[in-house]
């Protein structure tokens, strides 16, 4: 389990922290967790590991050279059935396939998912969830990679599910995080901004 630093104090600007921001802290998933062994690509065994949120597959059975593929789990999404409205479409899985997709948009996505579900106040509109004003979609954590699937076989069923199990927690614990971290800077600047504007203020104002 990786370790989970404390956020500094800052000043009375946590009293402002927004209480979705508290939620999605409340509700984190492990960032990473380990898991190796072997799994197939292309009709060809390889060794498969996760280890320190990053994602590895070697060309053979061995962990010699460099992997053929190598992910940071903030941007990989993990597919292992058609059963949910983004899968419906897509072509149908094995019993032992997992997709792997390295997804440069993923924590993108994630926390847009993440604001469109926060609790609304009770008594505030009709809708649900969802962010009390309106923001643009987030465009700012871009991974630097290619986009690219992979099929991955498991060697029974029951393999698959724990490999599914490990990767999704670690991918989706990741992005949680991140997104916690990401909400906390939003609300930091702008406490920042709103100090700044009152003190402008206060150094115009004949009665200061």
Known sequence: MASRS?????GSWM????????DIAGRMAPTSMTKKGMLTMDGKRR??????GTLRVYDSESASGAPLLEASMMFVEVISNNATPATYNL?????CELRITVEP???????DRGRSSMPMPVGIGMGGGG?????AATTEHSGNMA????CLFAESSAEKMAWVSV???????????AHARHELNVTINAAKDSMGRGNQHQQQSPRS
């Open 6 to 10: 404390t956020p500094r104090s800052a």
């Open 15 to 22: 009293a402002s922290v927004p209480s979705f921001a508290l």
């Open 47 to 52: 060794w498969t590991e996760l280890e320190k």
């Open 91 to 95: 072509a149908p899985l094995a019993p």
């Open 105 to 111: 948009e993923a924590l993108n996505r994630a926390i």
């Open 131 to 135: 962010m009390l004003n309106s923001v």
């Open 147 to 150: 986009r690219l699937t992979v």
């Open 167 to 177: 990767l999704s927690a670690t991918a989706h614990g990741r992005r949680q995080w």
